[in-house]
């Protein structure tokens, strides 16, 4: 391994002064007790002291020390090492692309990372990847518990107009978290909602929780995602509002719950819910010149939820950034190149401007659908940025659009679901805008389908979307590793596409012993 290539991750933590409360909650998992990390080892509300009660720098602080951990979070695998595949949700959602052959490796991948994802070897009660997704979310969760905490509890939002909106962004976060564990540990709602697979934390004064049925832990979030809407709204008319993205508004509120009901099948809310985002947010969706911005910075409008990366937040050789981009210093440009599937792009029509965001750069075959127009940084010298601060973004605009064209689809609303697809393809491919009134309800479903896995490359959306439509996946011939497992077309609902409950978790919570899956 390259020298420079040596770093070491440890847990850092923002600069504000208060946001070290958030440490505690924020940790690796325990390597014994793994089910204590959601509601154990935790500042205990008497603890943090009078102080801490209802003042509001501190629970921005909390929120802000959030915020920084879903870009900068370190773990170790099962057997101790530090991985550098770990660093928050942006190393979910490329490890995710990775497991549906969306994103594949087109060479030989030197250093390691995101290998078991790419090889569908990471989701076993064993894996790395299984550890540190379980230790992931529950820590987000376990500090945003924290918070609805120090407000008197998960049902008791706060008086204060600022506090409101901090419990608010804290039950967004977490319904966002819960909404990422169950469709990572569970098989489809439709399919499993009757099945026990996590524990439901609310509080951090619970302990090794029993594993609660999919169909309750997507209630929960659902209730609250509805208390997050009540107190972003109170704030509101209170007087309180933010423009800072780095915590999640109305909108990526409305937007997450979107997400949860058509995952659920309830096509109608889910429309409604989109709908409401589209409503509640001021921001526009790419124009056909910001196709091309780079997807590096918050000030581009279409950006409903972010972080903005600095010396102090970056995690430089084990970030999105380091393995993505080509003209960052890091993983991709020394040669573990990441590129889109080969039939995926060749389905792209000539018409279409994100066909423009894959090209071939360097002297090697093996950079050919690299996203060197997608994601890259301003300068663009091949391997020159070595600052890793561009900026990092969780959801967009585009995204709401994208849930009501499918769920208007769905419920046979042809009509709406292509004024809501043509209102993006406008700016991308102006011929496709206007075909796709003519098409029937399944051939609209197919084009949804194509337009999720197109305009989200790279941005986590592939493996929730291919198991909502109940696709296969097969590998491409650009995969290097296509050989190597001889799975031919992978089914949706097999069980390499659902992740086991870790093996820590089972030896250290007998409760749960009881999940099924």
Not at 24 to 45: M, N, Q, V
Not at 54 to 80: C, D, F, P, R, Y
Not at 117 to 134: E, I, K, V
Not at 229 to 250: E, H, K, R
């Amino acid at each position: 391994m390259h020298n420079n290539m040596k770093v070491n991750l440890k847990h850092k933590i923002t600069t504000w002064a208060l946001a070290a409360f958030s440490a505690a909650g924020l940790t690796s998992c325990s390597e014994s007790f793994l089910d204590r990390e959601p509601d154990g080892s935790y500042i205990t509300k008497p603890q943090l002291g009078e102080a801490m009660k209802w003042n509001s720098q501190v629970m921005l602080g909390e929120v802000q020390g959030i915020s920084t951990n879903l870009v900068k979070w370190s773990a170790t695998s099962m057997s101790g090492t530090t991985r550098q595949d770990c660093f928050g949700q942006k190393a979910v959602d490329i490890a995710t692309d990775l497991m549906t052959g969306d994103m594949v490796f087109s060479g030989l991948n030197t250093y390691g990372w995101f290998l078991e994802d790419c090889c569908l070897y990471n989701a076993s009660y064993a894996a790395d990847r299984t550890y540190m997704l379980w230790c992931y979310y529950y820590s987000v969760i376990h500090a945003c518990n924290l918070i609805t905490d120090m407000a008197g509890g998960t049902d008791s939002e706060p008086t204060d107009a600022t506090q409101k909106y901090y419990f608010a962004v804290a039950k967004t976060i977490r319904a966002h978290s819960y909404f990422n564990l169950i469709t990572l540990f569970a098989h489809n709602y439709d399919e499993a909602k009757d099945k026990k697979t996590l524990p439901v934390y609310d509080t951090q004064e619970e302990v090794g929780g029993a594993p609660q049925t999919v169909d309750s832990v997507y209630n929960f979030i659902l209730r609250d995602l509805e208390g997050a809407v009540t107190a972003y709204t109170n704030a509101q008319a209170a007087g309180f509002t933010s423009s800072d993205i780095s915590m999640p508004d109305l909108s990526v509120a409305y937007t997450v719950q979107a997400y949860v009901q058509l995952q659920k099948g309830e096509y109608a809310n889910a429309l409604a819910a989109a709908r409401n985002a589209i409503s509640a947010s001021q921001k526009e969706m790419l124009s056909a010149d910001d196709l091309f911005f780079g997807f590096n910075t918050i000030s581009n409008n279409n950006w409903m939820w972010g972080i903005d990366i600095t010396e102090s937040n970056t995690d430089k050789y084990a970030t999105f950034w380091s393995m993505m981009d080509y003209f960052t210093y890091g993983y991709q440009s020394l040669g573990d190149y990441k590129v889109i599937n080969a039939d995926l792009f060749d389905a792209i029509p000539a018409t279409d401007n994100r066909r423009q965001w894959f090209a071939a750069y360097g002297d090697t075959d093996y950079t050919f659908l690299i996203p060197a127009n997608k994601f890259f940084d301003a300068a663009r010298t091949p391997g020159g940025d070595s600052n890793w601060v561009n900026d990092i973004h969780f959801m967009r605009i585009e995204e709401p659009y994208m849930i009501a064209a499918e769920a208007a689809a769905r419920l046979g609303d042809l009509s709406a679901s292509c004024g809501y697809l043509s209102a993006m393809l406008a700016s991308r491919d102006a011929e496709a805008a206007t075909a796709i009134y003519a098409l029937t309800q399944d051939e609209l479903l197919e084009e949804i389908y194509f337009n999720w896995r197109l305009e989200f490359w790279g941005e986590g959306k592939s493996l929730l979307t291919l198991k909502r439509f109940k696709k296969s996946m097969t590998r491409p011939e650009n995969d290097y590793y296509k050989g190597l497992t001889a799975l031919g077309a992978v089914p949706y609902s097999n069980s390499r596409f659902t992740f086991a409950i870790p093996q820590r978790e089972l030896q250290n919570n007998q409760l749960m012993n009881e999940a099924e899956q």
